[in-house]
């Protein structure tokens, strides 16, 4: 199993970013894509995760109405699309498999920088 995410993404304040989690090694929609983030010095927080399968979703209260969560399984790539940016949204983005025992594997984690 592999989760292979796009590149460091550097932003200005109220753009948008997209980042990108190109899955191989099993069934794409046969489990669910979490995303989850880490700013500098803080946790990881949950962001909210995609159902492949049917394209359902679920975002933390958080992040709602300013993050998408889409999935290609033509290409087996999932995407986290995150606008209106503030230097907050400033972490390292990362794309983790959610089976049904719970996430077992993880990107390599992506870079956003916010700043004007």
């Known amino acids: 199993v592999q989760l292979v995410q796009s590149g460091a993404e550097l932003r200005n304040p109220g753009a948008s970013v997209k980042v990108s989690c190109k899955a191989s090694?099993?069934?794409?929609?046969?489990?669910?894509i979490d995303w989850v983030r880490q700013a500098p010095g803080q946790g990881l927080e949950w962001m909210g995760r995609i159902d492949p399968e049917d394209g359902g979703t679920k975002y933390a209260q958080k992040f709602q109405g300013r993050v998408t969560f889409t999935a290609d399984t033509s290409t087996s790539t999932a995407y986290v699309e995150l606008s209106s940016l503030r230097s907050e949204d400033t972490a390292v983005y990362y794309c983790t498999r959610n089976t049904v025992w719970g996430i077992d594997y993880w990107g390599q984690g992506t870079q956003v920088t916010v700043s004007s």
């Open positions: 090694g099993y069934t794409f929609t046969a489990d669910y």
